[in-house]
């Protein structure tokens, strides 16, 4: 079975940047799109960012567009966040997630799939 593992969260001034990674073992890493959620206290998990299976493509939430980069390393079997120009509103516990097929667009909220623990963003202003 799939095992996230997010690394890389921490307590950061506003303005300033962070980057997380999400280690994954169990499948093959390579054939599957790769993103990012993100849950703040007494709100719903939310898009954060994704990108496809080769890395070629990446689409972004509304609020981090512009502001954070999804990047890969499949050798690695390594995804990971890049945040600048952090916000106290980007405070909340980060999870990395797979898609469901190659296209960035698979990388949805799933019914059934595991989550990691997740990493805490604390933005302070």
């Known amino acids: 079975q799939v095992q996230l593992v997010e690394s890389g969260g921490g307590l950061v001034q506003a303005g300033g940047s962070l980057r997380l990674s999400c280690v994954v073992s169990g499948r093959t890493f390579s054939n599957y799109a790769m993103g990012w959620f993100r849950q703040a206290p007494g709100k719903e998990r939310e898009f954060v960012g994704a990108?496809?299976?080769?890395?070629?493509?990446?689409d972004y939430g509304h609020s981090v567009k512009g502001r954070f980069t999804v990047s890969r390393d499949n050798a690695k079997n390594t995804v990971y966040l890049q945040m600048n120009s952090l916000e106290p509103e980007d405070t909340a516990v980060y999870y990395c997630q797979v898609g469901q097929g190659r296209a960035a667009v698979t990388v949805v909220q799933p019914v059934f799939g595991p989550w990691g623990q997740g990493t805490q963003v604390t933005v302070s202003s």
């Open positions: 990108i496809s299976a080769s890395g070629g493509s990446a």
